[in-house]
C-alpha cells in the first residue's frame, strides 16, 4: 500500500464543495477520519458523506486528533484520508498534524475547500482585504466572559477594519451559538466594560448557513436584528470598520441594511 496523508477540505455545505480532485483522491483512501468540532459541514451528515465517497469514514474528536498517533501510524502503513468542513488547513491542529507527518516521512497532499473566510465576506459585498484579526466568541458560562474578543474587535474598530466573528460550537453536544446570542454577548459585554464598541446605532451584519441553498444574509442595527428572523445555524457575525461606498449599497441591497448608511460614507 502506499503511505500517504491527504488532506481535503470539504467546502460549506453538502456532499458536492469539494473539488472534483479532491473526491477521486478519496475515493483511492484505504482508509478515511474525518473532525468537524472546528466547523460543521452543513445539510449533510457523515452517511451522506461515505455514499457519496464509497468509504467508511471514522469521525474523531477534538483529543483523538490532537494525539495524532493513530492517523499518523496509519498513514505510515497505508494512503489516510482526513477530512473537514472549510479549507482543511485554517485549524492549528491541522497544520500540526501535517508536521507530525512530515517528521514521520509521511508524503501529504493538500486539496483545498470553499471557507468561511472567503465565502462570508463575497456574501456580503465587503472587501476581504479590509478585514482585521479574526475573533471568536465563546458560550458565557459560569458566570464568565473573557474581555479579549471585546478587546480584539474594538482594536479593529480603531483601525476601521471589519471584524469577522466566529461563534462557539460544540458539535459533541450539538450546541451552535446563534447570532442573537452573539449580539447579546457583545452588549452585555459593553455594559460591562463600556468602552465603546458597540451602541443602538453600531451597524452589524449577520450570515446564515453561508455556501446552502438556504443561506441568508441580514444588516441592521443590533436591538433590530434582535427582533428578526436571521435564520439557522451556523451564523457568523460581521462588525463592519470604515465603508467604501459599494459595500455600503452591497449591504443595502444584499442584507437589507438601512439606506441611510450610503450617506454616510
Known amino acids: 500500500m502506499t503511505s500517504e496523508l491527504v488532506f481535503v477540505g470539504l467546502g460549506?455545505?453538502?456532499?458536492?464543495?469539494?473539488?472534483?480532485?479532491?473526491?477521486?483522491?478519496?475515493?483511492?483512501?484505504?482508509?478515511?477520519?474525518?473532525?468537524?468540532?472546528?466547523?460543521?459541514?452543513?445539510?449533510?451528515?457523515v452517511d451522506d458523506l461515505e455514499k457519496v465517497v464509497g468509504r467508511h469514514i471514522d469521525v474523531l474528536y477534538r483529543s483523538q486528533v490532537e494525539e495524532e498517533e493513530d492517523i499518523i501510524e496509519d498513514a505510515k502503513k497505508m494512503r489516510v484520508g482526513f477530512v473537514t468542513a472549510g479549507d482543511t488547513m485554517l485549524a492549528t491542529t491541522h497544520v500540526d498534524l501535517r508536521i507530525q507527518a512530515k517528521e514521520a516521512g509521511v508524503p501529504v497532499r493538500i486539496f483545498h475547500g470553499v471557507s468561511i473566510f472567503t465565502a462570508c465576506p463575497s456574501s456580503m459585498g465587503l472587501q476581504p482585504y479590509k478585514f482585521g484579526r479574526t475573533v471568536t466568541l465563546p458560550f458565557y458560562e459560569m458566570n464568565y466572559r473573557p474581555k479579549s474578543p471585546y478587546d480584539n474587535i474594538l482594536e479593529n474598530k480603531k483601525r476601521g477594519l471589519h471584524t469577522m466573528v466566529l461563534l462557539d460550537i460544540r458539535e459533541s453536544e450539538g450546541k451552535y451559538m446563534t447570532a442573537k446570542e452573539a449580539i447579546e454577548w457583545l452588549l452585555e459585554g459593553e455594559a460591562q466594560w463600556g468602552e465603546g464598541l458597540i451602541d443602538d446605532r453600531t451597524l452589524l451584519c449577520v450570515a446564515s448557513r453561508v455556501g446552502s441553498p438556504d443561506e441568508k444574509i441580514t444588516a441592521g442595527y443590533p436591538r433590530d436584528l434582535l427582533k428578526m428572523d436571521l435564520g439557522s445555524p451556523l451564523f457568523t457575525l460581521v462588525m463592519p470598520g470604515d465603508l467604501h461606498f459599494m459595500e455600503a449599497y452591497s449591504l443595502v441591497y444584499f442584507a437589507g441594511a438601512p439606506e441611510e448608511i450610503i450617506d454616510e460614507v
Do not use: H, N, P
Open 12 to 45: 460549506m455545505s453538502g456532499t458536492g464543495g469539494m473539488t472534483v480532485d479532491a473526491l477521486a483522491a478519496l475515493k483511492e483512501c484505504d482508509k478515511i477520519y474525518a473532525e468537524f468540532y472546528t466547523s460543521t459541514l452543513i445539510g449533510a451528515k
